[in-house]
């Protein structure tokens, strides 16, 4: 059962002020302006305080000449003036003291002062007037204040700015010429294509249908599976209307205080309003427009109050304002009713996953940015691609460029292009040092496989490949490449998929007398397919009835009490009809491994000498005898693994086989 939402995951707050700026930050600003005060009462001529002498000692220093500068400030008028008189000496005036500066003040005759200006080293500063006085005083402590401004005051209204945009939108606005993606650059859906192309119209010209009298939908829902280009079709509908495109996740709504999402949502809206005719694209609106009321505690209610706004945003809005909200997700299955009926989300657009055809466009949109080689083909590419999404292809593609350059290529050629699906699809090459035994094991596992496979099919599923070479969790893979896409699982090929799963325990029972744990992911695959047979496709004698519809999870937006629809007593057939067709495809893989004993020697052999063999190599076997095509040797690795003694792990199924994937269980 899935862990419930834990609250203390959900992003952090943005634009908030720190939570230590008031224990860190204020000690360097408390430095910054103690020493601003420092300089404007510190004087750098001044060490310590200066010494008391008479006037007449200051008459006496300055007529020889020991008097490097001083200032005199009279006070009085007349023939007797009170003086202030500061300076320094050549020579330290106090005992005891290296200061050189001193100070006098007292009566003064108008002699005295004559024999100290004639000396020229005194000089009488301006009158200091109350106004002079008063800026004295006051233009220190107006700059200190000006300080505190600007590094606190300052601070703390950026801070509450930053509160007051808490509620505001998150969604991003989309540049058009530098992010703009066309029609052109969407392959694989064009069913999708042409739902949207309308939209794309009415964005044009929206007098076009107004004229007769039709209404474009408000709301568009794409859905599909992860990867199949949900986002890059709806950011070619803003690139192909020439229109502003607002992107938004449905998580950016959801925070921890109650109120702030349904903000967003208003916010949203009314930029786009502001903005319109534009786009507004919302991604995984599934994690805010779940089912009301649903899971454990009766749902979430601040997500709940966000969908409520949203609602109710997206009903009161006209599509004549120019704004359309497109939203993608891969689980319809949750989302509330209200928001998927008629007049909010009014179409439903399945982006499914790409077919043969869509798969082969795909690669080539993706290969103008890669420099391949002549010989690559990517219809080869595409029918041994079944299954891969949009995303997936493309990585494909970019791993091939990457090998290709580690491999000191100018152009990706075909041999690069395999290699990467291999990887991709069944994990990479692990050079594991194997024993003899283990490496014996193995190859009749996995030439078990190939037998039975290549013995029961009927040309939709021949073996492309059988190797023992460590993929992924694996020791060995026995791969598949359909010869068209699988839509619908026919019974019979169902029960052939079986048989080929149970090939490699049962070649390990013949040959070696003992069983071993490489066949666990076998085992599960094959339970897994005989389950869906008889629960849910009805392919058992018990009927068209689907006995596997109560798995719902409750964290997903379901009800917490659900009805048991199977009893006991149907419990119990389910599992004997599931036991009855495993049974009776193990004994029928059985005979075909007795009967075919020598090919399964032959095949078992070719891959202990070659490790890798292609797929119509075991035909060649089950056809001559021998192989008579050249095997390929790949070349040796760089670096191998050269520790002794690990064990191998359990092998599971290099792929989901089910859904038509280009691999079996191995």
């Not at 004994?587 to 075909?592: G, L, P, S, Y």
Request: aromatic share 6%; hydrophobic share 40%; proline share 5%.
């Amino acid at each position: 059962m899935p862990e419930p939402e834990n609250k203390s995951k959900r992003r952090p707050l943005k634009k908030l002020p720190p939570e230590n700026f008031f224990s860190k930050a204020w000690l360097v600003w408390l430095a910054i302006i103690a020493a601003v005060i420092a300089l404007l009462v510190w004087r750098p001529d001044i060490q310590s305080g200066p010494a008391a002498i008479k006037l007449q000692r200051v008459v006496e220093l300055a007529e020889q000449g020991k008097i490097l500068d001083g200032t005199i400030r009279r006070e009085g008028s007349g023939g007797r003036d009170w003086v202030v008189i500061t300076g320094r000496s050549t020579e330290p005036l106090a005992a005891g003291s290296p200061n050189a500066n001193f100070t006098s003040s007292g009566w003064l005759t108008d002699a005295n002062l004559e024999r100290l200006q004639k000396s020229q080293k005194f000089d009488e500063p301006p009158a200091t007037t109350l106004v002079t006085a008063i800026l004295q005083q006051v233009v220190p402590f107006v700059i200190i204040i000006g300080l505190l401004y600007f590094l606190f005051v300052r601070q703390l209204r950026q801070a509450g700015r930053g509160a007051l945009n808490f509620g505001k939108s998150r969604a991003k606005l989309l540049t058009r010429d530098r992010d703009r993606v066309l029609f052109a650059d969407v392959a694989g859906c064009d069913e999708a294509k042409e739902e949207v192309s309308e939209v794309v119209e009415f964005l044009k010209d929206p007098k076009k249908f107004q004229k007769m009298g039709g209404r474009i939908p408000k709301g568009i829902l794409m859905v599909g599976p992860p990867g199949t280009g949900k986002t890059l079709l709806a950011k070619a509908v803003a690139g192909e209307a020439e229109v502003p495109f607002f992107s938004i996740s449905g998580s950016d709504f959801v925070e921890m205080f109650v109120g702030v999402g349904a903000s967003r949502v208003r916010d949203m809206f009314e930029q786009g309003r502001k903005n319109a005719p534009c786009l507004i694209f919302i991604d995984e609106i599934d994690a805010v427009g779940r089912q009301r009321g649903a899971g454990l505690g009766g749902g979430n209610d601040e997500r709940e109050q966000t969908l409520n706004s949203l609602l109710v945003e997206m009903d009161g809005f006209d599509t004549t304002e120019g704004v359309i909200i497109i939203a993608a997700t891969n689980r319809p299955d949750v989302l509330d009713s209200a928001l998927l009926r008629p007049g909010r989300f009014d179409r439903q657009i399945y982006v499914d996953l790409p077919d043969l055809v869509g798969r082969k466009q795909i690669l080539r949109v993706h290969a103008r940015k890669i420099s391949l080689a002549d010989t690559v083909d990517l219809a080869i590419i595409a029918r041994g691609t079944p299954g891969l999404s949009g995303a997936e292809l493309a990585n494909l593609l970019n791993e091939s460029a990457l090998l290709a350059a580690r491999r000191g290529k100018k152009k990706v050629e075909m041999i690069d292009v395999e290699d990467a699906r291999e990887k991709v699809q069944f994990g990479r090459e692990r050079r594991r040092v194997m024993d003899d035994e283990e490496k014996k094991l193995t190859a009749y596992h996995e030439a078990g496989h190939a037998l039975v496979q290549a013995v029961l099919d009927d040309g939709h599923m021949p073996v492309h490949k059988v190797t023992i070479i460590p993929r992924g969790r694996s020791l060995g893979s026995t791969m598949f490449i359909p010869k068209k896409d699988i839509l619908t699982h026919a019974m019979k090929r169902m029960l052939n998929q079986i048989a080929m799963g149970l090939g490699g325990r049962i070649a390990e029972e013949t040959v070696l007398g003992d069983i071993s744990s490489g066949a666990a992911g076998d085992i599960k695959q094959v339970t897994k397919i005989a389950r869906h047979m008889v629960c849910d496709w009805g392919m058992s004698p018990l009927g068209p009835i689907a006995f596997g519809d109560n798995h719902d999870t409750v964290f997903l937006g379901r009800d917490i009490t659900r009805n048991e629809n199977v009893s006991e007593e149907t419990a119990r057939k389910i599992d004997e009809e599931i036991h009855r067709i495993i049974a009776e495809q193990y004994e029928r893989a059985k005979v075909i491994i007795i009967e075919k004993r020598p090919a399964l020697d032959k095949i078992a052999e070719a891959l202990l000498q070659y490790e890798t063999i292609e797929g119509k190599h075991v035909l060649e076997i089950l056809q001559f005898g021998e192989i008579r095509t050249p095997v390929i040797v790949a070349p040796p690795p760089k670096v191998e693994d050269k520790t002794p003694g690990r064990k191998s792990p359990e092998k599971t199924p290099a792929a989901e086989h089910i859904a038509g994937g280009a691999a079996a269980p191995a």
